[in-house]
């Protein structure tokens, strides 16, 4: 079977959010139940969701609402218990997992609350990681490894290991990793939730970059000045979206003639 | 991901857990260095004895009053002694007179006795009768003087040829030639010395005083049964010599066809099988308490890979959130245990390595690794670390991202 296929953002393709309607992620009355012993906890309600290509989506919502469930989703991490994912116009359910990988591998670039970074292992080889199961050769893993820890700003720090680094300095080799393979979607979960102010806003400025060069960015927060970097703040509340709304920046960006084609 | 990524991040989480890694391999470092180590000593002594055996002197076979499937059978010895009457001197003529195909016949008997020169003496010393034609037929030669001569043989002098224990023992290492030792009361003069021979099995061979068969039979009398040694023409007429003197031997005893040989007939090749025999039953026992190891090595191996999924079901995760397949992680444990696996054999290998050079260096033996078990030893030892990693490597490589992740440890 065909597996999906994703855009690549590229400079003739990056345009603002108003002016392109193409939608990558739909999800249809999701619902996520997870079982408790004999107890039943339904983290997802139902949640419909359309998030349209190089949009920059802020998930806002009290603790336990469901945020970290419907980005786990929305990554091919797990799998809902009812209703429907598209992803890119493909029905998520019906891949395989080696599709799945696929998909975790190319199209999307995941950041953890919690980094996730392979401890003992250089900053350099966390981020080949990606690369490694897509089958680049070992040179050009490396050489574009070190690009996007250059990209993060870390290029002083290749191979220093996770517990060598800083909390941001984490967090920013996690983001190089989730940006090696150049996915067209990039998901955060709390990227900033362990940070202060300062490592905060770096954090920001590079999820900044990336959306300007036209990926598609999903970011769960608890922070209001955090999400008003979004465009488009989605409320989540006892597993259901309990609202949508633009941000200052996305009426901004919304009435932004369209950028010429570079 | 390819297999070099695969086995250096093996190697890595190797490194990073050293104590546990070598605790977990015992099993299969210990079976592997047996292994080795087992096959290692068999050979060498194999060799060593074949050597030995061979120094004998080719086409040489002996006529014995025990056959040797008598004297390694405590009850059959016992009946053998029964029937099998003492080989005497005129039996020794006989077959002289009557044998046509052997080149020479030599023949000895022996007892253990002391040896004494000037107050000095020396036990347990192997005093042999021997007819002069037995040089070039045993396994020693010359070194000093000059051996027994038919002479002394005819007129039953009292001439001793002797091993070099005697010498350094007795004489401090001083020429004996012509000089004179005492045994059971006897005085003997010396008339020639032995090269040395060594050790089989810490039993000196240079521990010896050969004086003529005829004096030896005035001295002591003619109760100690005589061994013959035949010399054949060649490898060819081997067989055939062999089925004369046991023909010679029933037409003197007088046995009817259907009576038993009472008497053995021992070829140096008779003497290698039984010897193989020997060693191949202690060698099969070796290799099967090392495989028992070699198994229980699986297992512990097995268990620790199952406790290094569940400990590493964050790894997992991680490393299936950034598109790792189930393939790539089975992949990755699989190769983990079998690299855990055949580090365990190389480090066996290199244990018994270490024990053959000690044991070479401490026996006359010539211990040598034998390649086709080093690598049998190592190929074994990979194959038991991916069949006992297929279990654990497949459970990391179903579990679900998001599991995976959830587990924080
Ligand atoms: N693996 C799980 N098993 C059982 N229940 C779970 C599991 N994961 C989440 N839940 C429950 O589902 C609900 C939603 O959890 P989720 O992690 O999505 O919340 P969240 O919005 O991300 O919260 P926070 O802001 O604290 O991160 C919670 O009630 C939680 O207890
Ligand atoms: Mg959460």
């Known amino acids: 079977m065909a597996t999906p296929t994703i855009h690549q953002p590229s400079a003739t393709t990056a345009t603002p959010y108003a002016g392109d309607h193409e939608v990558v992620i739909r999800t249809e009355n999701l619902w996520k139940i997870y079982q408790m012993g004999s107890e039943q906890v339904a983290a997802l309600r139902g949640v419909n969701l359309q998030i349209y290509r190089n949009e920059y989506v802020a998930i806002m919502g009290p603790s336990g609402s469901g945020k970290s469930t419907l980005m786990n989703l929305i990554g091919c991490l797990d799998s809902p218990t009812r209703g429907e994912y598209w992803l890119s116009g493909h029905l998520v359910s019906a891949l395989d997992d080696d599709e799945l990988a696929r998909i975790r591998n190319q199209e ?3 950041v953890f609350q919690t980094f996730n970074l392979l401890p003992r292992t250089s900053a350099l080889h966390n981020v080949e990681l990606p690369l490694i199961y897509s089958g680049a050769p070992p040179a050009e893993r490396t050489e574009r490894a070190m690009a996007a820890l250059q990209q993060v700003d870390l290029a002083d720090r290749v191979h220093h290991k996770p517990n060598e680094l800083s909390g941001g300095q984490r967090q920013r080799v996690a983001i190089a990793r989730a940006l090696v393979n150049r996915p067209s979607i990039i998901l955060a979960d709390e990227p900033t939730g362990n940070l202060d102010s300062t490592t905060s806003n770096e954090i920001m400025a590079l999820l900044e970059v990336l959306w300007e060069r036209g990926n598609t960015i999903v970011l769960v927060t608890h922070e209001h000045d955090i999400a008003e970097h979004a465009h488009r703040v989605i409320h989540i509340r006892d597993g259901q979206v309990a609202g949508d709304t633009r941000t200052r920046r996305g009426d901004a960006v919304a009435n932004r003639p369209p950028a010429p084609p570079a | 991901m390819g297999i070099r990524e695969a086995i250096i991040v093996a190697l890595g989480t190797l490194r990073a857990h050293k104590l546990r890694s070598f605790l977990t391999l015992l099993g299969v470092i210990i079976s ?9 000593m068999v050979q060498g002594v194999n060799t060593y004895v074949g050597s030995k055996i061979a120094r004998l002197g080719s086409n040489i076979f002996s006529v014995s009053q025990f056959s040797l499937n008598e004297m390694t059978n405590p009850v059959r010895f016992m009946r053998a002694k029964e029937t099998n009457p003492i080989i005497r001197y005129p039996d020794y003529q006989f077959l002289r007179a009557n044998a046509r195909l052997p080149r020479a016949i030599g023949a000895q008997t022996q007892r253990t006795g002391t040896v004494k020169h000037n107050g000095r003496a020396l036990d347990e010393v192997n005093i042999s009768g021997v007819t002069p034609n037995v040089l070039g037929m045993l396994a020693f030669q010359v070194a000093n003087g000059r051996f027994l001569a038919p002479t002394d043989e005819q007129r039953r002098a009292y001439v001793a040829f002797v091993g070099p224990d005697i010498v350094t023992h007795l004489f401090g290492g001083a020429n004996p030639l012509g000089r004179h030792i005492l045994v059971s009361g006897q005085q003997y003069e010396i008339i020639g010395v032995a090269t040395a021979q060594g050790d089989v099995f810490g039993q000196s061979q240079d521990n010896f005083v050969m004086i003529p068969l005829r004096t030896y039979q005035k001295i002591y009398g003619n109760q100690d049964s005589i061994t013959l040694d035949v010399q054949a023409r060649g490898a060819r007429l081997l067989p055939a010599t062999m089925d004369e003197m046991e023909m010679l031997m029933r037409v003197r005893r007088h046995l009817s066809w259907n ?13 290698m099988t039984l010897w193989h025999t020997l060693t191949g039953a202690i060698a099969s026992v070796m290799v099967g308490v090392s495989f028992v190891f070699l198994v229980v090595g699986g297992i512990v191996i097995m268990n620790i890979m199952l406790a290094a999924v569940t400990e590493r079901t964050q790894e997992v995760g991680t490393r299936k959130a950034v598109g790792a397949r189930r393939s790539d992680i089975l992949w990755q444990f699989l190769v983990e245990s079998a690299v855990l696996s055949t580090v365990g054999g190389l480090i066996g290998v290199l244990l018994a390595y270490l024990f053959t050079l000690a044991a070479g260096a401490l026996t006359p033996i010539p211990f040598s ?30 579990l679900t991202p998001i599991a995976a992740l959830h587990s924080e440890v």
């Open chain 1, 108 to 110: 999307i670039g995941f």
């Open chain 2, 32 to 40: 592997v260095c047996t292994l080795v180590a087992v096959v290692a």
């Open chain 2, 259 to 271: 009576e038993k040989n009472n008497f053995g007939i021992i070829g140096s090749d008779a003497l």
């Open chain 2, 369 to 398: 690794l034998p390649l086709g078990a080093v690598v049998l030893a190592v190929v074994i030892s990979t194959l038991v670390g991916l069949f006992f990693g297929v279990y654990p490597a497949s459970k990391a490589a179903r």
